[in-house]
């Protein structure tokens, strides 16, 4: 069974702290998403990685960098957490297709609070 | 700027009923993609449409592309209790690189 999975689902941390969210996926998909979901918001995209080292800005990478030294694993990091930063926070992955985007494979989700 | 706007946000009916969630756009896409999303779960895919004016099925679930593929519906005939959750829908086209974009999604709510 294919699966992606998130290190922690409930987090809360407080404001200036760093803040590490992991995900991994056994699938040996190419592609690697992380996504904040609010309510009335849907999904809006932070990072994304096509490969191993290689990663991109989504539409709201602000306050948050990411790192992916092996093709299972990446990580999101928040430098110094802030509350406006307070959401769920989904990781995905999908293979590498040509033309239109292939199916995500989400994880279970991280829900971080910051005081 | 929001570019897939879904409605109703929310739907709270009762068991038996038949219900259409709209996802709509101005812009173009060259796929749309549907999720549902329950509890303390990620999203999962229910189905992808690709061309323009495609209807595809999905036990009492009916999903279809406009013909100018900026807009899509999903039909539920004859709701169930497990019916309840989010949908999302996600489209994917040029002027998104190549990126899904998600609506806000539909809450919705099956009462036995």
């Known amino acids: 069974d294919v699966k992606v999975t998130q290190s922690s689902r409930y987090l809360v941390k407080r404001t200036g702290e760093k803040v590490f969210l992991e995900c991994v996926q056994d699938?040996?998909?190419?592609?690697m998403f992380w996504y904040r979901q609010d309510p009335g918001l849907g999904l809006r995209l932070i990072y994304f990685s096509y490969d191993v080292k290689m990663k991109e800005k989504g539409d709201i990478p602000e306050g948050y960098s990411v790192s992916r030294e092996k093709k299972e694993r990446f990580s999101l990091i928040l430098e110094s957490a802030s509350t406006n930063q307070t959401s769920m926070y989904l990781c995905a992955s999908s293979l590498l297709t040509s033309g239109s985007p292939g199916e995500l494979f989400f994880g279970e989700g991280s829900r971080l609070t910051v005081l | 700027t929001q570019l897939l706007e879904q409605s109703p946000q929310f739907l709270s009916i009762q068991e038996g009923e038949n219900l259409t969630v709209y996802c709509n756009s101005s812009s173009v896409f060259s796929s749309l993609q549907w999720y549902r999303q329950e509890p303390g779960e990620g999203p999962v895919l229910l189905v992808t449409?690709?061309?323009?004016?495609e209807v595809k099925k999905l036990k009492r679930l009916t999903f279809q592309f406009g013909d100018a593929r900026k807009d899509s519906s999903l039909h539920i005939t004859a709701a169930q209790t497990g019916d309840t959750g989010l949908y999302l829908c996600a489209g994917a086209g040029r002027r998104q690189g190549g990126k899904l974009i998600f609506g806000q999604g539909t809450e919705l709510s099956v009462k036995p």
């Open positions: 699938m040996d998909h190419e592609n």
């Open positions: 449409v690709v061309t323009g004016g």
